[in-house]
């Protein structure tokens, strides 16, 4: 193992493979029995559909599915979808229709019959597999392209440098050593933060290279496999599809069963609790329910069956200077939130050469991204030791046993188990924002916007995104001292382990604005924040820009301006 020591307690981490041998992982053993884990997760899903439900109640879901697919179908048609979709379920609707004929007496098997096509073609569509050869060329190819995105183009011979190179850029820090310790006494739960379509892939091969785990079954939306280069590697290395087109019953009852019956069985998993990416650039300030709430069924389900297993929950923070679909993406979020309040603006041509930009960051910068492993908890938010022990917030020890318990049985209890859910979220997101690790570029934004908001109060915030870059002129000097004051008190919140900050932080304010400033928004045409020192300013050419990478520490508002900030001594 490689350790370096940084800024106060962050720790860079490198480790061996816990488990060179890819059959052993259990990731592996889950696709080769593949057909039968397809099988088992019909019936669960069939028997949890069937509850409650009649044989009217039966027909009525399949009807409704029907109806939100054809929906589906015709609004939001994708390139990735089978060939046959609308063949399908013509054929479920008109088999449908033939068993409304039918007497009470047989139409109850056939419509359970006909339920059962329409989940298995849920769960084929959902479960992946995982191929040994195709992993690890993937190791290969995502190794190339994590070093062209990461590190220059003369890092040294080969081009772009060789992995440890790569490696030293992608920072791994956090709880990991207490991870790798609870692999082999229970199911581990990765829940990342979600701000680029890189996160999947990026997760992944710092799981695989730094941290030294098996792999993870992770969650990809169904809308990446509109690549055929994309799909055929998610294929084959254990993602499962989800379709956020789909929100009828009978999908997310499979979706739910397929993580809930995959937990159980020990498979590691790792799914976005957002349930998709930021697209503001914030960190996430809530989460899905339903899939967080597998996990606490999955508990409850190892301990009916007398098992002493756990399910441990890690929140995972992906810190970047750069998401490559960050003018997408905000401009969707504002759309969105701010209807007919925001204009989209038109900027002006950009010079010939400028276009260039991307390539010229390609062969010229490089980035350090960090991946922060929170504290391990189990499904009810409780920390977890390195043993998997849990303890409450006074470090006394906790049976998670007997939160399932009525008496000395065993229950089912929805009401009580969406309580403990809602404890689970709240830990994950308390957990996103102290192990979050800021970096200079996301400060260096979130200084600048506030001072922009502030030098401009007169004007609403959508008026701000019309700004020009001649009409953003943050003077240095001010802007310095107000950047000052808010590191002081961004480090006050670092000693009180409520955020991590990088060894850049222990710079002077002026070396950590031009080293944020550098850093920032990477492989975009426009700049989010310049720096002309012959006329004493600092500019912005996207204030939208600006704005998506300031979000980033948007959450510690409140901290940071708890103490009101007299303004007229910066202008």
């Known amino acids: ?52 439900l009649d044989v009217v109640g039966i027909q009525e879901l399949i009807a409704k599915t029907i109806y939100l697919e054809k ?45 059962y096509k329409v989940v298995n073609r849920y769960s084929e569509e959902i479960v992946g597999s995982f191929k040994i050869q195709t992993f690890k060329f993937a190791r290969i190819a995502l190794t190339i392209f994590f070093k062209i995105l990461f590190n220059r183009f003369w890092e040294n011979i080969p081009f772009w440098g060789r992995r440890k190179s790569l490696l030293d ?80 019953r009978v999908y997310l009852e499979t979706l739910k069963t397929m993580s809930r019956r995959m937990t159980t069985k020990g498979v590691n998993n790792l799914f976005f609790p957002g349930g998709t990416r930021s697209r503001s650039g914030a960190l996430e300030t809530k989460v899905k329910m339903g899939l967080l709430g597998t996990l606490i069924e999955a508990q409850r389900k190892l301990i009916e069956t007398g098992s002493d297993k756990k399910v441990f929950v890690v929140p995972v923070i992906l810190s970047y200077p750069f998401v490559l679909e960050a003018r997408v993406m905000i401009d969707e979020y504002l759309r969105q939130e701010g209807k007919e309040k925001y204009f989209k603006r038109k900027y002006k041509k950009v010079k010939r050469f400028s276009k260039l930009t991307f390539f010229n960051h390609l062969f010229s910068k490089r980035q350090t991204t960090w991946v922060s492993f929170g504290q391990p908890m189990d499904v009810l938010g409780n920390a977890v030791d390195s043993d998997g022990n849990s303890k409450d917030s006074k470090g006394y020890p ?31 997101l308390d957990s996103y924002k102290k192990d979050n ?40 000097k001010k802007f310095t001292a ?10 006050n919140l670092e000693k009180n382990n409520g955020v991590k900050l990088t060894p850049e932080f222990n710079l002077s304010i002026e070396k950590i604005i031009q080293n944020g400033i550098s850093e920032l928004g990477h492989y975009s045409v426009r700049n989010p924040l310049k720096i002309n020192y012959k006329k004493g300013y600092i500019s912005t050419e996207d ?20 103490e009101k900030i007299s303004f007229a001594e910066f202008i």
Not at 448 to 464: M, T
Request: with cysteine; net charge positive; proline share 3%.
């Open 1 to 52: 193992m490689e350790k370096t020591t940084t800024f106060k307690e962050i720790v860079d981490y490198r480790f061996d493979h816990l488990e060179s041998d890819l059959k052993n992982w259990p990731i592996y053993k889950l696709s080769e029995r593949r057909a039968d884990f397809v099988e088992e997760l019909n019936n669960i899903t069939i028997e949890n559909l069937l509850r409650d």
């Open 71 to 115: 929906i589906r179908m015709r609004k939001t048609p994708w390139k990735v979808d089978p060939p046959n979709e609308k063949l399908f379920w013509r054929r479920i609707e008109e088999k449908l229709t033939q068993i409304k004929t039918l007497p009470i007496e047989l139409a109850g098997d056939k419509s359970k019959e006909l339920l």
């Open 169 to 248: 850029k992608i920072k791994l820090t956090g709880h990991v050593p207490d991870v790798r310790k609870l692999m082999d006494k229970g199911t581990v739960v990765l829940l990342p933060t979600h701000s680029s379509n890189l996160d999947s892939i990026f997760i992944g091969y710092a799981i695989d290279f730094k941290a030294g785990l098996p792999s993870f079954c992770y969650g990809a939306g169904l809308n990446l496999y509109n690549s055929e280069f994309a799909a055929y590697f998610m294929n084959r290395l254990g993602a499962y599809r989800l379709d956020r087109r789909k929100k009828n």
């Open 398 to 428: 906790i049976q998670v046993k007997d939160y399932f318990a009525v008496g000395e049985v065993i229950r089912r209890d929805l009401q009580r188990e969406s309580v403990y859910t809602k404890k689970l979220s709240d830990s994950v």
């Open 437 to 476: 690790v800021v970096l200079t570029a996301q400060f260096a934004a979130y200084c600048a916007f506030k001072y922009l908001e502030r030098l401009e109060s007169d004007k609403d915030i959508y008026d701000l995104f019309l700004l020009e870059e001649t009409d953003v002129r943050l003077p240095i």
């Open 482 to 491: 107000f950047s000052e004051l808010i590191l002081e008190r961004l480090k």
């Open 543 to 562: 204030v939208k820009l600006l704005y998506f990478y300031h979000n980033r520490l948007n959450v510690y508002d409140e901290q940071l301006f708890a």
